[in-house]
């Protein structure tokens, strides 16, 4: 038989003096009877929902679930209930040369919705770190921070978040000799999506409409978000749009993509919205309400994708109308 993660963890802490550190805040709060700093309300989900293009009817009697976190957030002034181990781990870890951070993923269960009018209570706790590992980014450790909210100490959600914390690759001295050039990201093509895939492929970008209650909606789904119905047509946009919202993407650098670049939330005449880039116009002159046109772009020999071409008055740039964007990850503007 093999040896078991404790076994594992305590072979590790051996050729590690760090983890051995480390692992001792395992189990310990980084927040205590943390209170939310508004009860779960209305304007909240209806902002919510207007922002992830989400109408369905169920809310806001009920907020969306994941908005779990929403609730906990303490702002720029933090939360009352907050202990200073979270804050000890981290100092620990930048004392050890990991300056580094980066938000890997998070993890959500849901026991109860939260309406209106519910008053979050949380507890968090350090749930877990990692052995140190290896990465393409660098050399560090993964802490897991777990959130229990409650409603009148009922468990509503549990919240996981996973970060590493890390020491940056050192760069490779010299010139490497020029290989082939990176691919953009293939989509990911499925029996619910083949279909849009497949217009894409004609020069056509098609919209599912339900045939029960008539509603479009975009990206393809095997069901009715409003009605339910499984039955739905397709139908060509007509590849008029405007710019609802966007980013201009700076940090971190992709394979095969050139920042910055602006990625836009279009707005189609249809009433739907679909993310892609905005072209025809630099980053720093997309504007919200920028009347686009669909236009389809020949990646490669095996890829085309749907981009927006601007059509309309670009404006002022950033400089004409506030600071720059120099040193942000990302910037954007919405409505």
């Known amino acids: 038989m093999g040896a078991g993660p404790a076994a594992g963890a305590a072979a590790a802490a051996e050729e590690d003096p760090l983890y051995e550190r480390l692992r001792a805040y395992e189990g310990q709060a980084a927040a205590n009877s943390g209170v939310g700093k508004d009860p779960v309300n209305e304007p909240m989900i209806r902002h919510w929902c207007e922002a992830m293009g989400d109408a369905s009817p169920a809310y806001p009697a009920v907020a969306p679930a994941t908005m779990l976190q929403v609730w906990t957030m303490g702002g720029l002034s933090g939360n009352a209930g907050r202990t200073g181990v979270y804050d000890e781990l981290f100092a620990l870890l930048e004392e050890a040369g990991y300056t ?26 350090i749930e877990s770190v990692s052995p140190r590992k290896t990465t393409k980014l660098g050399t560090g450790y993964f802490v897991t921070t777990r959130m229990d909210v409650r409603v009148d100490g009922e468990t ?24 082939p050039a990176p691919q953009r990201p293939r989509p990911v093509v499925n029996r619910d999506n083949a279909g849009f895939w497949a217009g894409v492929a004609e020069g056509k970008l098609l919209i599912q409409r339900c045939d029960a209650c008539r509603t479009p909606r975009f990206p393809w789904l095997p069901g009715c978000g409003g009605c339910g119905s499984a039955d739905w047509t397709a139908f060509e946009a007509s590849g008029a749009g405007t710019v609802y919202s966007y980013v201009v993407m700076h940090h971190p650098p992709f394979p095969a993509f050139d920042p910055p670049y602006a990625v836009g939330l279009i707005e189609l005449a249809e009433g739907v919205r679909m993310i892609s880039n905005v072209t025809g116009v630099p980053y720093d002159k997309v504007r919200v309400g920028m009347p686009v046109e669909l236009e389809f772009l020949r990646v490669d020999a095996e890829l085309t994708l749907p981009v927006f071409r601007a059509t309309g008055d670009t404006g002022p740039g950033p400089s004409e109308t506030g600071p720059s964007e120099t040193g942000a990850a990302t910037s954007g503007k919405g409505r």
């Open 100 to 125: 580094s951070i980066v938000a890997t993923d998070c993890e959500q269960e849901y026991f109860r919705p939260l309406r209106p009018g519910d008053r979050v209570t949380f507890d968090a706790t």
């Open 156 to 179: 509503a959600g549990t919240h996981r978040f996973r970060i590493l914390k890390y020491t940056p690759a050192a760069k490779r001295p010299g010139k490497s000799a020029p290989g």
